[in-house]
């Protein structure tokens, strides 16, 4: 049991450790002081800050559901400017709706594909936090074009984005493509968020201090960047190696990012968020067969966290002080750690940036240029059908 109880989501391997020294600095969870003791220390708990976001935007990708949604939750609560009245008859007779409307509350702009689904979430959440700022908007992560839009609506009409949070993503999918002919994990993990993000940058820069924030995962130890084959067309795709990919290049796109955006105001870190019950892992079948739910169900009920938990490192990481101006980092939940060593090369990083600004369209100097395809060819047609975007890790 001790051994199957390993600590996934804290853990310190020294500096330059390989992917094996990586794997085997688990630490066992002691269960000395019960199953409460162990769920919290796998868990890490609520974040200590209590900061709000009034007079802020955020930006939060895939938030109809898991930890997105929760995220969105978390923080239009904290964008509920709160009014003190000693006057018990007045308070009675105060006309609650247009005196937060009035407020120089948070907004909150959740971008998903499903907008049936995003509207839902986004009208619970204004009606359980009071915060009438939470608007569901259209934001297809698999899609250039959306992505485009989508950007393009925001820096016309929202003046300021205070944090973006890139928190959608797909997990362990079938060998499905995007719009635009990309590996589905690879596109929207990460090179979706690379162009939202370069689209929001100068909204970012305006609005300083600013923070971004890329979901990654402790999956990206054992990920490589295949520069020859990124969408799997010469090898055998593997759904699990491509999950990998996807997230050994969110820690990647972090630090390379880091380094171009010293001295604007504008940061941004990586977080793996613990191991969250969402929706993320529905292809992962782990739970397909009655005999792995009845041997698992028990310890998954201990090291797995709720969506809300889940949310918590993304809500530190976006209004906590003791992040301000800190750049550059990996957080695992909400505790510091240096990356796996392939996750540290400067060189990979900054070729991973010129490629994909070469496959969605960006030039270096801002301007949108034409796509050309490194690592891929264009797709003979596009699926017919694809996996909702929401986010949890694995």
Known sequence: MCLFLCRLTQFQAPRGASRCHWLTCWRPVSLLHGPASARHHVTGGRCPSKATIIGKTVVITGANTGIGKETARELAKRGVKKVHCFDLVGLIKMNTSSLISTSPGGRILMGCRDMEKCETAAKEIRGATLNPHVYACHLDLASIKSIREFA?????EEKRVDVLINNAGVMRCPAWKTEDGFDMQFGVNHLGHFLLTNLLLEKLKESAPSRV?????????????D???????????????????SKLANVLFTRELAKRLEGTGVTVNAVHPGVVATELGRHTGLHQSQFSSFMLGPFFSLLVKSPALGAQPSVFLAVSEEMEGVTG???DVMTEKEPAAQALDDKVARRLWEVSSRLVGLQENGQHGSIKKE??????????QSPELGRSPP
């Open 227 to 245: 520069f020859e084959d990124l969408n799997w067309e010469k090898k055998t795709f593997d759904t699990k190696q491509a999950y990998c990919q």
């Open 375 to 384: 690592g891929v060819s264009e797709p003979e047609q596009k699926p017919l």
């Open 213 to 225: 924030i890329n979901l990654s995962s402790l999956a990206h130890i054992i990920g490589n960047i």
């Open 152 to 156: 393009e609506r925001v820096n016309k």
């Open 329 to 331: 980092r990996y957080y």
